[in-house]
């Protein structure tokens, strides 16, 4: 099973959210979708399933339409912040019944495991939907994301306003669904180094386009921080991909995207060379600083 | 279970718990006018009208602003979203037109007519389609969508009173639509048929397209 984008745009307005997007998402994986703040992460999630209408291209599962096909969407779950769907002042219902709701339109729906979380996260069934705190939304954005039983699977910025145990509960919960090898999931982020050793692929959405798609060990082998003299640094980088310059009087310290397999010669050359995290590989790719090659 | 009995299950409870809400509005203001102003038939039938609205209004505001959201954000299609909603409204005019009768025929056995129920038939249409167009503006643009619903209001308004005014005893209401001739009579029943129709399409084409926000 695999979920294709395939060439998707979407203008609101005047604005360009997504532009000409395509992607390949396998089953069985944990993706962590990364972007910057209107990169278009949660547009492209919300269009993947179908929660949102195109402008241009499409979404198929298994070579199928998404778009108002009740055959496809009973595989995909995209659990956004509740804050701009269901969480309206007017929205009184109580947090029972928005899960009751959950139970019935999810076809694989995993009553203990949505229990396990209520009780795990000491989320109150009684309150109203209007009065939970930012953490206590995300709490049931998650449980009704890893109940839901879907096999794609999409979280949009999960962790947001929960503490450390709740953050590292949810992670643990999220492995063993994974686990199960049935599921795939694609989560959005702006907290990257608690996450990276979660994703095994990541994707990089820079305004409005897929960036990158790569699985995160081999991103972060070949992503290294070279750092020396100016000519050093110069000509260690000689023909390569270079990102994130920074210059400090005669030093210079740079990003260097190597190709599979390569490595930087730095033979006579007085250069440090030390890996990235995901995070200062995002900054690097991603950052307002020129790049050049 | 096809989505559609899906929806309408998950929406079972918000729709009863406003429909109560509304019909328990509708039989305090009955009692006290019954006590305190000698009710009369007249006042079920404006208070029933009153209660239909409120309900329309507030089962439409939980659609545009819960339940639509909900259902689609949890993998629902529009098109069965569309289904489930217009069936439920059906299943309620259903309902409300039991009532009435049932309430009638305890308190006015004398007044059930079968062109007082197409009345009431009509009436509940003609909300429902105009709210229907509202609800679209609504979620568009929420103070245009505000001024359609308060000009809607003011006219059921001044038309309760004005008919209030003019029909001096519970059985002139009846004599008076019984005196309507047929022909205005089928015709205003084809109107509130074409502005329920309106309604129905203005809204679903609206939902054919509908992102969640």
Same mark, same amino acid.
């Given at each position: 099973m695999s979920l294709t984008i395939n060439q998707v745009s979407k203008v609101y307005g005047k604005k360009v959210a997504l532009n000409q997007l395509s992607l390949e998402l396998e089953d069985g994986k944990i993706y962590g979708l990364i972007g910057r703040n209107g990169a278009g992460k949660t547009t492209l999630l919300s269009i993947a399933s179908a929660q949102n209408a195109a402008t241009d291209g499409e979404v198929l599962l298994d070579g199928k339409r998404v778009w108002e096909n009740e055959e496809a969407l009973k595989d995909i779950c995209f659990s956004r912040e509740i804050a701009t769907t269901a969480t309206d002042s007017r929205n009184t219902s109580k947090v029972c019944e928005y899960l009751r709701i959950a139970s019935i339109l999810y076809p694989n729906?995993?009553?203990?495991?949505?229990?396990?979380? &209520?009780? !795990?996260?000491?989320?109150? +069934?009684?309150? +109203?939907?209007?009065?939970?705190?930012?953490?206590?939304?995300?709490? =049931?954005?998650? &449980?009704?994301?890893?109940?839901s039983g879907a096999r794609f699977t999409f979280l949009d910025e999960p962790v947001t306003g929960l503490d450390v145990v709740a953050r590292e509960y949810f992670y643990k919960v999220l492995l063993d669904e994974y686990a199960k090898g049935e599921r795939t999931f694609v989560i959005s982020t702006h907290i990257i180094e608690e996450a990276a050793n979660v994703f095994e692929e990541v994707i990089f959405i820079h305004e409005g386009k897929a960036l990158l798609k790569e699985e995160t060990d081999s991103l972060l082998e070949r992503t290294v921080h070279i750092s020396g003299k100016e000519e050093d640094v110069d000509a260690v980088c000689d023909g390569k991909k270079?990102?994130? =310059? !920074?210059?400090?009087? +005669?030093?210079?310290? =740079?990003?260097?995207?190597?190709?599979?397999? !390569?490595?930087?010669?730095?033979?006579?050359r007085d250069v440090d060379i030390r890996p990235l995290s995901l995070q200062d590989v995002f900054v690097a790719l991603c950052g307002k600083e020129e790049s050049y090659e | 279970m096809s989505k559609v009995f899906r929806i309408m299950k998950a929406d079972f409870r918000s729709t009863a718990s406003v429909y109560l809400r509304s019909l328990m509005m509708v039989a305090f203001f009955f009692i006290y006018f019954r006590i305190f102003c000698g009710g009369t038939f007249i006042n079920l039938g404006m208070l029933l009208i009153w209660s239909q609205a409120i309900m329309i209004? %507030?089962?439409?505001?939980?659609?545009? /602003?819960? /339940?639509?959201?909900?259902?689609?954000? %949890?993998?629902?299609? *529009?098109?069965?979203? /569309?289904?489930?909603?217009?069936? *439920?409204?059906?299943?309620?005019? %259903?309902?409300?037109?039991?009532?009435?009768?049932?309430?009638?025929?305890?308190?006015?056995?004398e007044m059930l007519t079968i062109k007082l129920f197409i009345t009431q038939i009509s009436t509940f249409m003609m909300m429902l389609g105009l709210n229907s167009v509202i609800m679209v503006i609504r979620d568009r643009n929420q103070w245009i969508g505000v001024v359609f619903g308060c000009l809607m209001a003011a006219g059921i308004g001044i038309g309760t009173v004005a008919f209030t005014k003019t029909t001096e005893s519970a059985g002139i209401i009846a004599q008076k639509i019984g005196s309507v001739s047929d022909g205005i009579f089928s015709t205003s029943f084809f109107i509130a048929v074409a502005v329920l129709l309106f309604g129905i399409v203005f809204h679903t084409i609206r939902l054919k397209k509908y992102s969640v926000r």
């Amino acid at each position: 099973m695999s979920l294709t984008i395939n060439q998707v745009s979407k203008v609101y307005g005047k604005k360009v959210a997504l532009n000409q997007l395509s992607l390949e998402l396998e089953d069985g994986k944990i993706y962590g979708l990364i972007g910057r703040n209107g990169a278009g992460k949660t547009t492209l999630l919300s269009i993947a399933s179908a929660q949102n209408a195109a402008t241009d291209g499409e979404v198929l599962l298994d070579g199928k339409r998404v778009w108002e096909n009740e055959e496809a969407l009973k595989d995909i779950c995209f659990s956004r912040e509740i804050a701009t769907t269901a969480t309206d002042s007017r929205n009184t219902s109580k947090v029972c019944e928005y899960l009751r709701i959950a139970s019935i339109l999810y076809p694989n729906w995993n009553a203990e495991l949505a229990d396990e979380l &209520i009780t !795990e996260f000491g989320l109150d +069934r009684k309150m +109203r939907m209007n009065k939970l705190s930012k953490g206590m939304q995300s709490m =049931v954005t998650i &449980i009704v994301a890893l109940a839901s039983g879907a096999r794609f699977t999409f979280l949009d910025e999960p962790v947001t306003g929960l503490d450390v145990v709740a953050r590292e509960y949810f992670y643990k919960v999220l492995l063993d669904e994974y686990a199960k090898g049935e599921r795939t999931f694609v989560i959005s982020t702006h907290i990257i180094e608690e996450a990276a050793n979660v994703f095994e692929e990541v994707i990089f959405i820079h305004e409005g386009k897929a960036l990158l798609k790569e699985e995160t060990d081999s991103l972060l082998e070949r992503t290294v921080h070279i750092s020396g003299k100016e000519e050093d640094v110069d000509a260690v980088c000689d023909g390569k991909k270079v990102h994130h =310059v !920074e210059k400090l009087g +005669r030093s210079k310290a =740079v990003t260097v995207l190597l190709n599979p397999g !390569e490595e930087p010669d730095t033979k006579g050359r007085d250069v440090d060379i030390r890996p990235l995290s995901l995070q200062d590989v995002f900054v690097a790719l991603c950052g307002k600083e020129e790049s050049y090659e | 279970m096809s989505k559609v009995f899906r929806i309408m299950k998950a929406d079972f409870r918000s729709t009863a718990s406003v429909y109560l809400r509304s019909l328990m509005m509708v039989a305090f203001f009955f009692i006290y006018f019954r006590i305190f102003c000698g009710g009369t038939f007249i006042n079920l039938g404006m208070l029933l009208i009153w209660s239909q609205a409120i309900m329309i209004y %507030m089962l439409s505001m939980q659609d545009i /602003s819960n /339940s639509i959201p909900t259902y689609i954000g %949890m993998g629902c299609t *529009r098109k069965s979203v /569309s289904i489930a909603i217009w069936i *439920r409204w059906f299943l309620l005019l %259903m309902i409300s037109i039991g009532i009435y009768a049932l309430v009638c025929a305890i308190l006015y056995p004398e007044m059930l007519t079968i062109k007082l129920f197409i009345t009431q038939i009509s009436t509940f249409m003609m909300m429902l389609g105009l709210n229907s167009v509202i609800m679209v503006i609504r979620d568009r643009n929420q103070w245009i969508g505000v001024v359609f619903g308060c000009l809607m209001a003011a006219g059921i308004g001044i038309g309760t009173v004005a008919f209030t005014k003019t029909t001096e005893s519970a059985g002139i209401i009846a004599q008076k639509i019984g005196s309507v001739s047929d022909g205005i009579f089928s015709t205003s029943f084809f109107i509130a048929v074409a502005v329920l129709l309106f309604g129905i399409v203005f809204h679903t084409i609206r939902l054919k397209k509908y992102s969640v926000r």
